[in-house]
Structure formats: structure tokens, C-alpha cells
């Protein structure tokens, strides 16, 4: 299930994780004001900062903040962003270190 949130034109968000998460704060807000009677709701207006996508082992594709990137670097900045959106520290450098290690090393298939 996903929500329909329509924008400022009228057209639904795209069911997309990156509007999802966004919107389920305004959505839990306006849940909250609804069981407490309150009457007050908020609107959600956001704007895509851009779009990603890892293709293959070390490539990818990005658009961000109106930049285009292709290749290496692409697929290194898809990398960085996933790692700042872990938790937890320890997991952040536990996947950090494993990437590292797999940028030299091929996959030990024994580990499958």
C-alpha cells in the first residue's frame, strides 16, 4: 500500500521510498492532530533532490541538484548516500570497511 499525496500541480507523488519516508512524518502529524480533535493539519510539499541508481559492479548513474554523474563516480556518491542513511555508526563501518575490502578482492564464493 502506498499513500496518494497529490502536489502543489495537482499529480500524485511518485510511490517512491524517498517521497515515502517524507511524507510520513506531515502523515503521522496530521494522525496525531486527528485523534487529539484538533482540527489542524499540515500540508507535505517536497521537492526530489534527485534520483539514483547503481548499475553493475562499480557503475552508476545519478542526478542531483540538476548535476548529472555516470560511472565510477556515480556509483561511489550511490554509496556514500546509502551509508549515511544506516543508523548506526558500527554498522556504517562495518558496511564501509566491506565495500573497501570488496573494491580489491573478488567474492570468496566458500562464504555463500
Known amino acids: 500500500m502506498t499513500a496518494f499525496i497529490l502536489d502543489s500541480t495537482g499529480k ?23 485523534v487529539r480533535d484538533n482540527k489542524q493539519f499540515f500540508i507535505f510539499d517536497y521537492s526530489s533532490k534527485g534520483s539514483m541508481a547503481k548499475i553493475g559492479k562499480r557503475d552508476g548513474v545519478a542526478k542531483m541538484l540538476g548535476i548529472n554523474l555516470t560511472g565510477f563516480a556515480a556509483w561511489f556518491v550511490w554509496k556514500q548516500y546509502y551509508l549515511s542513511t544506516l543508523p548506526v555508526l558500527e554498522k556504517r563501518i562495518r558496511v564501509g570497511l566491506d565495500w573497501f575490502v570488496d573494491l580489491f578482492f573478488t567474492r570468496d564464493i566458500t562464504k555463500l
Do not use: D, F, G, W
Open 12 to 34: 500524485p507523488y511518485p510511490p517512491t521510498a524517498q517521497h515515502a519516508i517524507r511524507e510520513a512524518k506531515t502523515v503521522s502529524k496530521n494522525l496525531i492532530s486527528t
